[in-house]
Each structure stands twice: as structure tokens, then as C-alpha cells.
T-cell receptor, first 114, second 114 residues
Framework: SAVISQKPSRDICQRGTSLTIQCQVD?????MFWYRQQPGQSLTLIAT?????????ESGFVIDKFPISRPNLTFSTLTVSNMSPEDSSIYLC???????????FGPGTRLLVL | SQKIEQNSEALNIQEGKTATLTCNYT??????LQWYRQDPGRGPVFLLL?????KEKRKERLKVTFDTTLKQSLFHITASQPADSATYLC?????????????FGKGTKLSVIP
């Protein structure tokens, strides 16, 4: 298993600003993912964070809006850029252990954009 | 496109009874399917994984079935307790080489009434 922490746990931001969310894992992992969970909805995968290369984005998500960094095997950041109220959501990172099939999730970052 | 449906948004059940949650999927054949539990303000927590060649899997009071003909998984909690109250997410995984992503259903919010 893995223990995952996220910072910040929550934030209230103004329209047009950007927020960077950090995800730290207590062990080295191959695969890290970023999800969004809008109110009353399920989790939607934003992108897979690849160590040493650009993230792989899902349909509907672009790098300019959600730049991702993955400098090493235990850390990743997701930036929500030029925010609007529609970006209000919970953002979660998850990891998959080498050879494993399940995902372990962080506690999430609750974002409110005014 | 892949579609995941969980039978109801909310399910209320009396303590001690068996809760049965349904997950239906269309337009693909997942190699395996996972169930997660999500409590308010927290990330999902893995519960069980069942593969396409398995009919049933159990873990303590939990039981999962997987019917690839009906394209359906059932999740049972026997002798339910108020502590089982949470949202339960179904997450089939795509079949085929290199598949590593999960697609989540919207979840069923289970309330166990004392």
C-alpha cells in the first residue's frame, strides 16, 4: 500500500488566479494520476503524470489549463490555471504500485473559486 | 464510449440486513472490476477486485460477483452496520494490453439505519 498526502487540503481562490496542488507519496511509484470530482459527480481522470516526460491528458483536459509536473517517483504537482467558478471541485491524486492493480488515493484538495 | 451505471444514487437499509449495490457497464469488456468506498471529505479506498474469469469474491462481510454476460457486478454487504454508511464506487478497468486506467461510476450512497 501507499500513504499519500496532498497540499493544500482546501483553498478558496479568486477567479483568474492559479493554484498548485502537491501530491507526496511515501514510496516510489511508477504511475501517478490526477482526478477531478465535481459536486455530486464521480471521479474523472484528468491526466497520468509520467516521471521524466510530459503528462498524458484525457479528452477534455489540456496542458495549458492543468500543467502537471513529476520531478521524481514520489512527488507530483497539478496546477489549475486561470481559474473560473466551474473549476470548483475536489482534486485527487492517486498512485498505482509497481505490479499492482489497485489505486491508492490521497485525501483530496477541495477548491472553491469565487 | 464506455458507460458505467450504478443502480441508484442512494440506498437506505436497516442495520443487520444485506445491502446489494449494482454496477452495469456497456460498450466494452473489462479485464477486471474494482469496488471502492468513499467517505465524505476523503479519497476513495480500495475494497475488492474481481477478474473476468472469477464469478465471486469475498472479504469478511463483503461479496462481489461479476457476470460478464450480463455486463454486471453486484456488491453485497451482509449484516450491515451504521459504520458501513458511505458512497460505494464501481470501477471497471479497460481490457487489452497496456490498460491501466479506471473508469468510475457515480457511486451509490449507502445509509445504514440503526
Amino acid at each position: 500500500s501507499a500513504v499519500i498526502s496532498q497540499k493544500p487540503s482546501r483553498d478558496i481562490c479568486q477567479r483568474g488566479t492559479s493554484l498548485t496542488i502537491q501530491c507526496q507519496v511515501d514510496s516510489q511509484v511508477t504511475m501517478m494520476f490526477w482526478y477531478r470530482q465535481q459536486p455530486g459527480q464521480s471521479l474523472t481522470l484528468i491526466a497520468t503524470a509520467n516521471q521524466g516526460s510530459e503528462a498524458t491528458y484525457e479528452s477534455g483536459f489540456v496542458i495549458d489549463k492543468f500543467p502537471i509536473s513529476r520531478p521524481n517517483l514520489t512527488f507530483s504537482t497539478l496546477t489549475v490555471s486561470n481559474m473560473s467558478p466551474e473549476d470548483s471541485s475536489i482534486y485527487l491524486c492517486s498512485v498505482k504500485m509497481p505490479g499492482g492493480e489497485t489505486q491508492y488515493f490521497g485525501p483530496g484538495t477541495r477548491l472553491l473559486v469565487l | 464510449s464506455q458507460k458505467i451505471e450504478q443502480n441508484s444514487e442512494a440506498l437506505n437499509i436497516q442495520e443487520g440486513k444485506t445491502a446489494t449495490l449494482t454496477c452495469n457497464y456497456t460498450n466494452y469488456s473489462p479485464a477486471y472490476l474494482q469496488w471502492y468506498r468513499q467517505d465524505p471529505g476523503r479519497g476513495p479506498v480500495f475494497l475488492l477486485l474481481i477478474r473476468e474469469n472469477e464469478k465471486e469474491k469475498r472479504k469478511e462481510r463483503l461479496k462481489v460477483t461479476f457476470d460478464t454476460t450480463l455486463k454486471q457486478s453486484l456488491f453485497h454487504i451482509t449484516a450491515s452496520q451504521p459504520a458501513d454508511s458511505a458512497t460505494y464506487l464501481c470501477a471497471p478497468e479497460g481490457a487489452g494490453a497496456g490498460s491501466y486506467q479506471l473508469t468510475f461510476g457515480k457511486g451509490t450512497k449507502l445509509s445504514v439505519i440503526p
